[in-house]
């Protein structure tokens, strides 16, 4: 059975633990939400399609009356085959690549704001990415080595970012004030 991204991520972190759907968010929040976002209405529309498929079960709780899931064998097999398969090409949507596409309709004093800000983002994510390398540099558990794999590339990727920034004025043929263009 082919499941989607979204859904192998939930079987995979199932086949670690039972949890409940409101665990499971946080849990995708902390171990992929950098990459791959998942929603909590989504994570709970995809719960319930892969109980309807026998990929997971799910019993009430006595105390507090939340599900918790936990992975069937079949659910096992569907996430394996998913984790091992090709994964399909990609699709980047960055928000702010649609602003550039249009900046020529942009007053440059206001487009001089937009990327500060984007300056500003990516360097707090770095930041908060070099602060979760230094805590991830001690977990020695199965999964710390690809979660430290991923931040790489997402500190490389903000560390681009901000030179692509500093770039920018020069691909548009415009100036920016002094402030836009130091890093």
Request: hydrophobic letters at 35%; a negative charge.
């Amino acid at each position: 059975m082919t499941v989607s991204a979204t859904a192998g991520a939930l079987l995979g972190l199932l086949a670690e633990k039972p949890m409940t759907g409101w665990e499971l968010v946080e849990e995708a929040g902390s171990r992929v939400g950098n990459f791959w976002t998942i929603q909590r209405s989504q994570a709970y529309r995809e719960l319930a399609a892969l109980e309807r498929e026998g990929l997971c079960e799910s019993a009430q709780e006595e105390v507090r009356g939340r599900r918790r899931y936990r992975i069937t064998d079949a659910g096992r097999d569907a996430y394996l085959d998913w984790v091992a398969s090709t994964p399909r090409g990609e699709n980047v949507r960055v928000p702010f690549l649609l602003t550039v596409a249009f900046a020529s309709d942009i007053p440059p004093d206001r487009f001089a704001e937009l990327v500060e800000d984007q300056r500003r983002r990516h360097a707090e994510k770095i930041e908060r990415y070099e602060r979760l390398r230094e805590q991830l540099a001690a977990d020695d558990s199965p999964h710390a080595g690809g979660r430290r794999a991923t931040l790489e590339l997402g500190i490389g990727y903000e560390r681009a970012t901000l030179a692509w920034l500093d770039e920018l004025p020069s691909h548009l043929g415009i100036d920016l004030p002094e402030s836009t263009t130091e890093t």
